[in-house]
């Protein structure tokens, strides 16, 4: 089954790290999407570069910015394959974002 792994985070929130703390970071996103498992992955630009859409009486509505005011914002995704829940948690455990206080929501993807 498909699951996919939503990246919320605070929006700076891995602008403390020294550089070596970063690269350590990248190197264990890269291991994650080199998984077999991990079918497709992506980071999202800056939440300020969002636009929302929306459609209300016919007209369509076009506004800068996400759609909620948060505090957390979707940074990013994986989209993984695995046997079952618990091993969907597992991978999402593996996302080091979730050691600096963000959080992974796993969430089942409708089969078409």
Do not use: H, N
Request: proline share 5%.
């Amino acid at each position: 089954m498909r699951y996919a792994l939503l990246v919320y985070a605070e929006p700076g929130i891995g602008e403390g790290l020294s550089e070596a703390e970063r690269e350590e970071v990248y190197a264990e996103f890269a291991a994650l999407v080199d998984d077999p498992r991990c079918v497709a992955d992506a980071q999202l630009q800056p939440v300020e570069a969002a636009t929302s859409v929306r459609v209300a009486g016919g007209r369509t509505l076009i506004t800068d910015g996400p759609f909620a005011d948060t505090k957390e914002v979707l940074g990013g995704f994986c989209l993984v394959e695995a046997a079952d829940l618990d091993e969907a948690l597992e991978l999402a455990s593996r996302i080091p974002a979730t050691r600096f206080g963000c959080t992974v929501e796993v969430r089942p993807v409708v089969q078409r």
